[in-house]
């Protein structure tokens, strides 16, 4: 069993950043991944960081403004958002499972495990 805990939400400004954090207890060597949930939309994903080498993924929305890492010791997972849009707004959760290979697997169904998500608000 794993359990996620997310935390750093909150209300930024446009432009803004935030830090997000996971904190994995349990079986931790999976790949981890953001997605993230707005009102009425399904969730997407965000970004994704391998278990093994380290390698990442984003979406196309974050490439360039969001960076995920991870420290195995310390069994965290973070999401740095920067320069951020109100169209970031949304739950973000924090999700893991074996779904990194030559890419990353996007259905949710893969990811074993979620966090209870950290709401995050970006005003205009």
């Known amino acids: 069993q794993v359990q996620l805990l997310e935390s750093g939400g909150g209300l930024v400004q446009a432009g803004g950043s935030l830090r997000l954090s996971c904190a994995a207890s349990?079986?931790?060597?999976?790949?981890m991944a953001w997605f993230r949930q707005a009102p009425g939309k399904e969730r997407e994903f965000v970004a994704a960081?391998?278990?093994?080498?380290?390698?990442?993924f984003y979406a196309d929305s974050a490439k360039g403004r969001f960076t995920t890492s991870r420290d195995n010791v310390k069994n965290m997972v973070y999401l740095q958002m920067n320069s951020l849009k109100p169209e970031d707004t949304a739950v973000y959760y924090c999700a893991a499972g074996t779904v990194i290979g030559s890419g990353v697997d996007l259905s949710l169904a893969k990811y074993y495990y979620w966090g209870q998500g950290t709401q995050v608000t970006v005003s205009s």
């Open positions: 960081i391998s278990r093994t080498d380290d390698r990442r």
């Open positions: 349990g079986r931790t060597n999976y790949d």
